[in-house]
């Protein structure tokens, strides 16, 4: 399996070189030269193989032999090793639960896959430098990619956050870790963030001092691994209701990476049913797909903060999978958008009438599949705990916070505070390595 750039202006590259590198040097996306295609009969075996072994079949062919097989399969146990269970919240909405991993939120399986690959690498050659993995957070990727890389030998991970714009929790998350992680508490949005981090990729000094690497879902070993908890939810579906029945499928988007990922994996072959993007007021992707205008917007701040980006990374993967063809894209994807306002009211409704806790992003996707109008799943990709303020205040009631977590509160915050500017930051690093 190669990899090549949506660029078009690099060479292809292999699993390997395209997980340590994160981005193409045409600073395109990376995409698989072909996406591997299940038979029937594989597709059958899936419905009962256990979450491990499934694992390992899914990402075998995208992996294309550069970790043996041995350490893949233990790489894939140890990445799904968390429940990912499918809850009905009305007769015809449920709610696959993504947040039952160590962070409590669907990036932990992205980022443990990730982590351990670049260990498996980075132990494997003779590299004269570490990597250093550098990552942009507006919560949620911070903390998974902190415990997803903690202790892992030959990696330094460096998380830039927006200062003040993330949960007292995920701020915890991202803060308290030590050893290879270092928190950058950035005066600035997540989308400052982000240019800082796609600017040091493009800095010819930086890149020479450090083999820098992305762990945003534009990296494919963080992206791709996102395509499991469709087949694991699918396995459910089936047990369920049967193959005759499609599963639509509605996902709380951002980044477009995991939407991105479920659509990978119905064009490998497993039959998904229709893709549904909820979006918050951050919607370029929703006007799109109604005005066929692809309108970029500086990002703005709401309650489903891990949503709130102007102009999305992966887009260009899904316009890849459909051929670049507009209408191919209109028949499997829809999106719908919504406020703050309909965001919080609906986690007050959904409790009442389904007692049922939503999380800020699992209640826009919950309008969304309530706009869609046909029996839908919606994947609720953050634990409500996460977003207290406005989860407690729709509810009226406070929520418990989860043992895995109860650690967190006993622990000190230590980041170090940055301007938001490139140069700023640039010379932080700089000065690092010669330290
Ligand atoms: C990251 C995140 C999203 C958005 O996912 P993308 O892959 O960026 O579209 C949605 N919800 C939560 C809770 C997240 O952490």
Redesign the pocket.
Known sequence: MQYYSLGKQSPNVDFKTAAITGQAPDKGLYFPTQIPKFTAEQIEKFKTLDKASLAFEVMKPYVGGMIDDATLQQICAETINFDFPLVPITDTISSLELFHGPTL???DVGARFMSRCLGYFSKHTRAEKPSTVLVATS???GGAVANGFLGVAGVEVIILYPKGKVSPIQELQLTTCGQNITALEVEGSFDDCQAIVKDAFMDAELNAAYNLTSAN?INVARWLPQQLYYFFAWQQWVAKYGDKVPMHIVV????????CAGMMAKASGLPLGHFVAACNDNNVVTRYLDSGNYEVRKAVATVSN??D?GNPSNFVRIMEIMQNNFEALKSGLSSYSYDDVATASTIHRVYKTNNYILDP?GAVAFLAAEAFNQPAIILE??HPVKFPEVVEEAIGETIAIPDSVQFLLDKEKVAIPMDAKFGVFKSWMLNKVTA
Do not use: E, L, Q, Y
């Not at 709380?252 to 939407?259: A, D, H, L, R, V």
């Open positions: 939120a669907f990036k919560g949620d990727t879902s709380p988007s951002g980044n477009f990476g995991n939407i891990a949503m980006v992003h990709t953050a």
